[in-house]
């Protein structure tokens, strides 16, 4: 980055320094130009004072009353009568510039380089006393002058390579430090500039570092929700496997006491008997596993269900059930409570969480459902849950009574299933309970 600077700035002002010199040459050539032309007219005005002759050697005295200016007598048509340098002239001048003006106007001047004497010159003619009077001095050329100021051209350009040095390493100490600063902050934690012009860079390191924060954290996350998915799949078999192992153990066994024989018609009734309700308690429990599977894949369209009227209709159905045991349910249903969601999926959740209601009750209890716009409330006053139970009460294969489970035909899916049917919905269902006192269940919608 600093020989960046340093050949950048470089390259800048020598460009600049040679420009500026080549300008200044050229101005300075003309000025030397527009001066000299003043001059000699000036000069030309002593020529008729002085009396001279219009021969080479009145061209010779009058150069030299002049310093020593170049003199050159014409007739009218441009002939040559004297010059006060050389003889080897042309003698016709009619066809250069400045005798042409002057034949012309009167009077005439060029700049140009001599043929004759191999230099710049500067030419001024003017027609006198019945001829043409040229008075000529050398200039140096553009080139010449331009030559001349090369050794002091060579010590600005010494004097700008060190200056360009010092600029570069300046530059880059101000520039570069707080940008390291900036690399520095930004591997450790949130990047700040106190300069203007990098705190947009320092938000874009900052936006970046948040950016991989949290991708770092999905990605932390999404292992997590693995290592669970994995820890809750082998929990899932094994509890599986536990469920059906005790109704086929049944089965097996039974069906091995028949093949032996010496059984008593009394026994084998028995044995058709507890064969046939293991048999469709197995059967229930894979329908059970199959309808929680089902779930997950369960992407059918929601629509709007009278819930209010589902509520009833279930109600009037588990009323059978509750009786059996005197048990009292208490409605508080809000009329057209309508819902998005499918009748099905209602229909999980409220039976499970009222079948529970009953299974789990005290004989000559009570269960109180409310159900309006806001959730549905369905409160027992059955045995209850323990407080060690309470974060299991959701999970798949648990019961609160582990005696109930084999006596009523439940297997600890029920809630599993209403749980993960709020959680598709984007609703929160929740328990408090109290053992031996009773349970409410909540969903909010």
Same mark, same amino acid.
């Given at each position: 980055m600093k020989w960046r600077i340093l050949l950048l700035s470089l390259g800048i002002t020598l460009v600049c320094i040679l420009l500026f010199s080549i300008g200044s040459t050229q101005v300075y050539y003309n000025s030397s130009v527009t001066e000299t032309e003043n001059a000699l007219k000036t000069y030309i005005n002593s020529f008729e004072k002085g009396g001279y002759l219009r021969d080479s050697t009145g061209a010779t005295d009058y150069?030299?009353?002049?310093?020593?200016?170049?003199?050159?007598?014409?007739?009218l048509q441009g002939k040559v009568l004297g010059d006060s340098q050389t003889e080897d002239i042309s003698p016709d001048h009619s066809d250069r510039e400045e005798v042409k003006e002057a034949i012309l106007n009167g009077e005439g001047f060029a700049a140009r380089s001599s043929s004759t004497l191999g230099e710049n010159m500067i030419y001024y003619c003017k027609s006198i006393g019945g001829i043409l009077v040229r008075l000529a001095v050398p200039v140096p050329s553009e080139w010449a002058i331009f030559a001349r100021t090369l050794p002091t051209l060579a010590t600005y350009i010494g004097i700008d390579v060190i200056l360009?040095?010092?600029?570069?390493?300046?530059?880059?100490?101000?520039?570069?430090?707080?940008?390291?600063?900036?690399?520095?902050?930004?591997?450790?934690?949130?990047?700040?500039?106190?300069?203007?012009?990098?705190?947009?860079?320092?938000?874009?390191?900052?936006? @970046? %570092?948040?950016? !991989?924060?949290?991708?770092? #954290?999905?990605?932390?996350?999404?292992?997590?929700?693995?290592?669970?998915?994995?820890?809750?799949?082998?929990?899932?078999?094994?509890?599986?496997?536990?469920?059906?192992?005790?109704?086929?153990?049944?089965?097996?066994g039974y069906a091995e006491l028949l093949e032996s024989g010496g059984m008593t018609e009394e026994q084998k009734d028995v044995a058709y008997s507890t064969i046939l309700t293991q048999s469709e308690r197995l059967s229930s429990l894979i329908a059970c596993i199959i309808n929680y599977s089902k779930l997950d894949s369960d992407d059918l369209p929601a629509y709007e269900v009278d819930f209010s009227a589902l509520a009833r209709e279930m109600i009037?159905?588990?009323k059978p059930e509750a009786d059996k @045991? %005197?048990?009292? !349910?208490?409605?508080?249903? #809000?009329?057209?409570?309508m819902i998005m969601s499918r009748h099905e999926r209602l229909t999980e959740i409220f039976g499970n969480l009222v079948r529970n209601a009953i299974k789990y009750n005290k004989d000559g209890g009570s269960i109180t459902i409310t159900l309006n716009y806001h959730g549905l409330t369905v409160e027992d006053?059955?045995?209850?849950?323990?407080?060690?139970?309470?974060?299991?009460?959701?999970?798949?294969?648990f019961t609160v009574d582990k005696s109930h489970g084999g006596k009523n035909g439940g297997f600890g899916l029920g809630l599993a299933v209403a749980k993960k049917i709020c959680q598709k919905s984007g609703w929160k269902i929740g328990v408090t309970s109290t053992l031996g006192v009773g349970s409410t269940f909540t969903v909010e919608f």
């Open positions: 150069s030299a009353d002049l310093n020593g200016v170049r003199v050159t007598f014409m007739d360009c040095l010092v600029l570069s390493f300046v530059a880059t100490y101000f520039i570069l430090n707080p940008v390291k600063t900036l690399a520095k902050e930004a591997a450790s934690g949130e990047v700040k500039s106190k300069y203007s012009e990098l705190k947009p860079i320092a938000e874009i390191l900052n936006e @970046r %570092n948040r950016n !991989i924060a949290r991708q770092m #954290d999905e990605i932390k996350a999404e292992k997590e929700l693995v290592e669970r998915a994995q820890s809750s799949k082998d929990e899932f078999i094994s509890n599986v496997t536990h469920e059906m192992n005790t109704p086929l153990t049944s089965i097996r009037s159905a588990l @045991r %005197n048990i009292t !349910i208490i409605e508080h249903i #809000d009329d057209n409570v006053t059955g045995i209850g849950i323990a407080e060690e139970n309470m974060s299991k009460v959701f999970s798949r294969f």
